[in-house]
């Protein structure tokens, strides 16, 4: 696709009809919510950077990632555990066009850029910046993201925590070049504990005859199995039951003592799997037959006396995985709007080609509706986890620097990186609980629109739908989340920079557009602060009852508001088409509508199509008075 058709001049939209499928097109040129989102999130010298590259990496992904996807979908990682003479050998197979995709995204910086000054600047991306191109990457398959998404949490843990002793490990967790890289992991989880972190029951005991520690126990569900930099969690002699007796270990995969250095992933290319005497003391069982997620393999690992670092200070190793999860969590939900956006591309693409009773399906009205609703759900979660983002990129920032940010945007901005992280806190396991669960039915109706084609392996739908529906599992289920959202609210105070957030949003939305979806969301932010001083008057066990319905209400409220802010400073540059956007989010999610609006002759999704699906421009002045419905 020519760039004439990019975001700064697709003045008559994007025709879809001129596309096969959603592959061989540039990512970043077609995606709408990213680049608004990026735009709030970053400075504008952060921006002006970042474009180029994302442009870049969004035609790498659309041209060869999402191509070698497909393949690794059904050639995917192999587990040999011992060589042909029964010796533990550990080894993963990659196919060749995984191991391209991994070199295209690693060079170009998708973990680099946000821990190193990339050429052409002086300091390092924000954390947004990860998220934006796991992202772009998650348009070709959300299982590469995954150990992307753990290597920037690992390299994170090390420079938030480390005291300089693995400075080569985090050294090569950043390299952005990929034969001096290696990869992160983190193994959490265990037979018996499950999303009980602290029923983990594996040891770690100091082995002085090699100056390091030794682990012992087992990880049930290990993804990136074999990555060169993994963080274990693991309870030292005497530790005190619970999570507060754990402490964080960094795994090699191959023995420390054999070799100048961490293993990086030139050293596997040229050298191949390890002898035996260099395998590290812990034993990969097998690989688990999923569901989908292929690219990553996911399996077994039993501790035989591994030797590992500690990371940090003994017995703080569940408050260090909480930091690695925040960002892990983002990377899920970041994950969750690329697959979405790769499904909507999919379903637009196919419904302005397929012809069915002498038209194109996308001329029908039932079609049009669903397509309209897809690109709202798309755009709102996107715009809910990159402001959420953008708020740990406040408290970032202050921690690197040392000064406050002095960059937030919107009519709400947070005045200090304390009142971010409150409301960081909050926002992060909503944003992960909701989009997660958003892309399996986004995933779910796209292999629909695509009929009896859709449900088969050979259409990339099949594969959507499959890779989707681990996105409400990994890094916490929605009723784990849930309990963290209350966790939030009664140890942070979140619910005060929420409603400040959202109150101040309101008031931003002064235009003539937007007045009956502000005030109806207006109610709902008073319902909503009525709800939690009510729940703060409960007991422990009406409070877990009633958090997950709570999440999804922060949610409503706060997209709602944060979406009329944001058309209301489009419509102040002459762009009407967020204010369509936020109607039909209030309107669809917090509206109550008579009969179910059947009765109400509403004509929207018709007369929004255009403007919505294929970004054709809406002018504000359209925009103050509804359109009468027809007789």
């Known amino acids: 696709m020519s ?40 400075t ?33 990682p192999e587990l040999h555990t011992y060589d042909d003479l029964g010796e533990v050998w550990n080894h993963v197979r990659y196919p060749l066009e995984q191991i391209e995709n991994d070199r295209l995204a690693y060079e170009q910086g998708i973990v680099a850029d946000s821990f190193r000054a990339p050429p052409g600047r002086e300091e390092p991306m924000p954390l947004s910046h990860t998220l934006s191109m796991q992202y772009l990457l998650s348009y070709a398959d959300v299982g590469f993201d995954c150990p992307v998404a753990m290597t920037a949490g690992a ?53 002085e005859s090699v100056d390091c520690w030794r682990l012992y126990g087992e990880k049930w569900f290990c993804s990136n199995i074999d990555a060169e930099g993994t963080l274990a ?75 590992a670092y500690l990371v940090g200070e003994e017995e703080n190793g569940f408050k260090q995985m909480t930091e690695m999860l925040n960002l892990e969590r983002l990377s899920n939900a ?42 709202v759900d798309h755009e709102a979660a996107t715009a809910f986890t990159f402001e959420a983002a953008r708020l740990l990129d406040v408290r970032e920032r202050r921690e690197r620097t040392g000064r406050e940010s002095a960059d937030a945007t919107g009519a709400h901005a947070i005045e200090s990186a304390d009142d971010a992280y409150r409301l960081m806190r909050l926002l992060v396991p909503i944003a992960k ?61 979140a619910h005060e920079p929420l409603l400040e957030a959202i109150e101040g949003a309101l008031e931003s939305a002064t235009h003539p557009a937007l007045a009956d979806a502000a005030e109806t969301v207006d109610a709902e932010y008073h319902d ?33 508001a944060l979406l009329l802010e944001q058309a209301q400073v489009a419509l102040e540059n002459d762009d009407g088409r967020p204010a369509l956007i936020a109607r039909r989010f209030v309107e669809t999610t917090l509206e109550d509508r008579p009969a179910r609006g059947i009765a109400s002759g509403d004509r929207f999704a018709l007369e929004a199509f255009e403007s919505i699906v294929r970004g054709v421009p809406v002018e504000p002045e359209t925009l103050a008075e509804p359109t009468a419905a027809d007789d």
């Open 3 to 42: 760039r004439a058709n990019n975001h700064q001049g697709m003045s008559e939209g994007v025709d879809y009809g001129q596309f096969e499928e959603g592959r061989h097109v540039n990512y970043w040129d077609l995606d709408h919510p990213l680049e608004r989102a990026l735009r709030r999130t970053y």
């Open 433 to 493: 609980l909701r989009t997660g669960r958003m892309a399996v039915d986004t995933a779910s109706y796209a292999m629909e629109v695509h009929g009896g084609n859709g449900y088969v392996n050979d259409f990339v739908t099949n594969r959507l739908l499959r890779d989707a529906q681990v996105l409400p599992i990994w890094e916490g289920t929605e009723n784990v989340l849930s309990l963290d959202v209350l966790r939030a609210l009664e140890r942070e105070n």
């Open 528 to 560: 909503l602060a009525g709800a939690l001083a009510t729940l703060a008057g409960e007991d422990g066990e009406y409070a877990q009852l009633t958090a997950k319905r709570l999440a999804h209400y922060v949610f409503d409220v706060f997209t709602a």
């Open 44 to 76: 504008d010298e952060e921006y002006e950077w970042a474009e180029p590259h994302l442009a870049a990496f969004g035609e790498t992904v659309g041209r060869t990632i999402a191509d070698n996807a497909d393949y690794v979908d059904d050639h995917g």
């Open 155 to 207: 390299a994170l843990v090390l420079e938030k925590f480390d005291d300089g002793d693995l400075t080569e490990y985090a050294d090569a967790l950043t390299s952005r070049t990929y034969d001096d890289l290696i990869e992160g992991a983190m193994f959490l989880t265990e037979k018996q504990g499950g999303s009980d972190v602290g029923a983990n029951e594996t040891r770690a005991e100091y082995d």
């Open 334 to 375: 970041a994950a969750a709007c690329g697959l979405m956006g790769r499904a909507v591309l999919e379903s637009t693409i196919y419904a302005a080609n397929r012809e069915a009773f002498g038209d194109t399906i996308d001329q029908y009205p039932l079609m049009r509706a669903d397509l309209v609703d897809m690109v």
């Open 233 to 307: 969690l693991a309870r030292t002699e005497d530790a005190p039951e619970g999570t507060q007796g754990l402490s964080m270990f960094l795994v090699p995969h191959a023995d420390p003592d054999h070799g100048d250095g961490p293993t990086t992933k030139g050293d596997r290319i040229e050298d191949g799997p390890l002898e035996p005497e260099a395998v590290n003391d812990q034993l990969y069982r097998r690989l688990k037959d999923k569901l989908g997620t292929t690219a990553v393999p996911t399996g077994e690992v039993e501790f035989t006396g591994a030797k």
